[in-house]
């Protein structure tokens, strides 16, 4: 599985550690997409995964922010996401 982070207006948060059940299920399902288009990721020439952070001022703002071992994986990666 690839790695998953989230950052809300400037604050580490995961599903598990929202205070608020609603949000929590909104990050949830925003960790479940991610993972069903580009859960199995790999760069095929460096055989790394890649991480997508989730950012945004409140969760209907949400953009994507992708790192990884190249380019090429990063481009592949965010034309999943779209
Ligand atoms: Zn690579």
Known sequence: MIDIS??????????????????????KSVQESITKSVGS????????????KVKGRNLDSLSFEVSGCCDQLIETVKKKLK
């Open 41 to 52: 990721a790999r760069c095929p020439e460096h055989g790394q995964r890649p991480k997508v």
């Open 6 to 27: 989230f950052e809300i207006n400037g604050r580490k948060v995961s599903p598990r550690n929202m205070g608020n059940a609603l949000e929590s299920a909104v990050l």
